[in-house]
């Protein structure tokens, strides 16, 4: 079992849709998340970071971490296409190793 | 104030070569760590530097190899290159307990 689940997509939303990207963990020792977003041939660009469990707001994104079923979320409110790219989640129990998701693909159609 | 940095942006090999990569930090940041991404995939964790040391390995064999220097830059040397090397390599650096930021990864393609 992978340490990481990531649903891998394609995602196809209409420009001004809320996206709703998840991933699972399998390790209850993880406390520090993330969310990267990723264009093509690009390294990862940080998008939002969250200790422990709770909420985050940060414009149109909103990290959303529920430690006792180990998922965490990333909402992305009013799409739009330049919101297109691959979502990355990433976890760590004390930031010395990180632990990635295989990505989600995010195409918004304008 | 510059990002990470990595270079070469793209690199083309030849099995059983040797390959060295570069990068320098994020201005302020004392920890850098390498990561491989295959196409398609995350990116897996090689190793991180704190220190001029080696804090933490991933899954990843001795082939791989990496040196922090003084000023916080770092290499990443592959030798014995296989076909499956063939990824890109990502360079991420932070403060010592901190979120990680990425530079835009060395190509590396073994033939």
């Known amino acids: 079992q992978k340490e990481v689940e990531q649903d891998p997509g394609p995602l196809s939303v209409p420009e001004g849709a809320i996206v709703s990207l998840n991933c699972t963990y399998s390790?209850?020792?993880?406390?520090?998340f993330m969310w990267y977003r990723q264009y093509s041939r690009k390294g990862p660009e940080l998008l939002m970071y969250t200790y422990s469990s709770g909420n985050k707001e940060d414009g149109r994104f909103t990290a959303q971490v529920d430690k006792s079923s180990k998922y965490i979320s990333l909402f992305i409110r009013d799409s739009q296409p330049s919101d297109s790219a691959t979502y990355l989640c990433a976890m760590s129990p004390n930031f010395n190793k990180f632990y990635f998701g295989s990505g989600t693909k995010l195409n918004v159609k304008p | 104030d510059a990002g990470v940095t990595q270079s070469p942006t793209h690199l083309i090999k030849t099995r059983g070569q040797q390959v060295t990569l570069r990068c320098s930090p994020k201005?302020?940041?004392?920890?850098v760590s390498w990561y491989q991404q295959a196409l398609g995939q995350g990116p897996q964790f090689i190793f991180q530097?704190?220190?001029?040391?080696?804090?933490q390995r991933g899954n990843f064999p001795d082939r791989f190899s990496g040196h922090q220097f003084p000023n916080y830059s770092s290499e990443l040397n592959v030798n014995a290159l296989l076909l499956g090397d063939s990824a890109l390599y990502l360079c991420?650096?932070?403060?010592?307990?901190?979120?990680?930021?990425f530079g835009p990864g060395t190509r590396l393609t073994v033939l």
């Open positions: 991420a650096s932070s403060l010592t307990l901190g979120e990680q930021f």
């Open positions: 530097y704190y220190e001029e040391e080696e804090r």
């Open positions: 201005s302020g940041h004392d920890t």
């Open positions: 390790n209850s020792a993880f406390q520090y």
